[in-house]
């Protein structure tokens, strides 16, 4: 608007000028000046408008590489899994079946990234239960030891727990336990998120083996106890 007004009023101070005969040196300077005006009018116009042009497509880059970053963190997704479980007893065999008292039991659950992607554990609990498994896990609705841990594609980590075995007052389960007759399991859930903030969980369940002394998958696979979303 301003070039607009400023060529107006040159072009009346021409008009003007172009009527004195003497004025025509200022005639030329007049029309020089507004054509320069014009000029620097349109180049500023263009310049915004290629300041636009670049701010749109930066725009439409963020957007797609974005884009892009999602697509490769869905289709190649973190997958945490738990490698193995432990207890740490002199002899784990007797500290899992103890009835007459309670015992405190330490072990420790190894995890890893089994995915293409990085996770962020975020939460996990762990701990022993010693008898038929409910229909609910007893861990449900909990997000357990709140950590913090990232892993890579590949990487592994043992994560340490503690748990209690209360003395036993049933009488059944008291001699199924002397007898070691009944199952005992570590049972859990990690919970952990991907690169996109999405909330990952992997629950899991070993049985103790009394022929190898160790916590082994279930002889049955149990989606309710065993899983990976």
């Known amino acids: 608007m301003l070039a607009c007004y400023t060529f107006a009023v040159m072009l009346s101070a021409t008009a003007r000028a172009a009527t004195t005969p003497e004025s025509h040196p200022d005639w030329w300077m007049i029309s020089l000046t507004a054509g320069l005006v014009i000029v620097g009018g349109v180049q500023a116009w263009l310049l915004k408008r290629q300041a636009y042009i670049i701010n749109e497509g930066l725009k439409e880059t963020r957007t797609a590489t974005g884009l892009t970053r999602e697509t490769i963190v869905l289709t190649q997704r973190p997958k945490v899994i738990v490698r193995n479980v432990s207890v740490f007893a002199e002899d784990p065999g007797a500290a899992l079946f103890e009835a007459g008292k309670s015992v405190s039991l330490k072990g420790s659950i190894f995890l890893v990234n089994v995915g293409n992607t990085a996770a962020h554990i975020i939460g996990a609990s762990s701990g022993v239960f010693r008898d038929v498994l409910p229909m609910i896990p007893p861990y449900m609705g909990s997000l357990g030891s709140i950590i913090d841990i990232d892993l890579k594609p590949g990487n592994g980590t043992p994560w ?15 001699r199924k336990l002397r007898e070691s007759s009944i199952p005992v399991y570590v049972l859990g859930r990690i919970t952990y998120s991907d690169q996109l903030g999405t909330i990952r969980i992997t629950g899991f369940c070993r049985q103790w083996n009394a022929a190898t002394k160790r916590f082994s998958d279930l002889n049955s696979p149990d989606p309710d106890y065993e899983y990976a979303d």
Do not use: A, G, M, N
């Not at 340490?160 to 008291?174: A, G, K, N």
């Open 160 to 174: 340490h727990f503690e748990t209690i075995l209360p003395q036993v007052t049933d009488s059944d389960i008291y």
